[in-house]
């Protein structure tokens, strides 16, 4: 919309009335600042097209497949021994930086050691560990959560909303492959089911191809930003549901 020569304020608006999920704060805004900086330096990067979902793969993949509480029973790991700390130090070992908040608005990169206990009260984090505490918005401005100071992907989240957890179930299932395991599956405590993939070490075309296949089976590809939120894996959401674990694998072990 910023090539088509919308003013900001239309653009801003357009996305506010049509976005399909919550909006982090600036997000809109900072995208804009991003985009017109990079027309004018003439560095603008060409965009990654992600495939549309197609229906007819989708229905194929979902009819008849393992749901919920098949993903639930399929879990390696005892899901009623592990909580937040425990899914985060399987996840993060070592002592490394996270990214995590209550909400997009509150938020903060500590250690994981200065995280500990607090975890099953946050219902964000960044899904790859931080290379520093703060780094600068594309506004320029200094925070804790930003793309300059998220470090390299450690696990790709895919998360699909679109049809019934049982279907969402299905289609991280499908995705669970020789290609990079299904690591951790969580209930976002609404409507959709994010499904975290490992991938440190991949390169650019690795990492794009794989998500070209979660999307075309419907997945959301905001979860692509490599800074983006995702739930925490047993946190709690603002309204106070939990957001259950219904599976992690033993491949990390």
Known sequence: ?????????????????????????????????????????????????????????????????????????????PLEEYDSEKIIDYLFPDNPLLCCGVSSHTFATRSREEWRGKLGN??????????????????????????????????????????????????????????????CAVMSGNKSLHGWFKVDGWDDEMLTNFFKQATAIGADPATWTKSQFVRMPNGTRNCGTRQATIYLTDKLL
């Open 122 to 183: 946050m219902q964000l984090i960044v899904p790859s560990p931080m290379n520093a505490k703060y780094g600068k918005t594309q506004a320029g401005k200094r925070s804790m959560h930003t793309l300059e100071n998220t470090g390299p992907r450690t696990y790709l989240v895919v998360e699909f909303d679109e049809g019934t957890h049982d279907d969402h179930a299905a289609l991280l299932w499908h995705l669970n492959s020789g290609v990079t395991p299904l690591i």
């Open 1 to 77: 919309m910023v090539d088509a020569d919308k003013s900001d304020d239309e653009i801003v608006e357009y996305c506010a009335e049509h976005c399909t999920r919550a909006l982090q704060p600036n997000e809109v805004e900072n995208a804009i600042i991003s985009r017109r900086g990079m027309l004018q330096r003439g560095t603008a990067a060409p965009k990654v097209r992600w495939p549309r979902p197609n229906p007819q793969l989708v229905r194929q993949i979902t009819y008849d497949s393992p749901g919920v509480a098949s993903l639930f029973k399929f879990s390696p790991m």
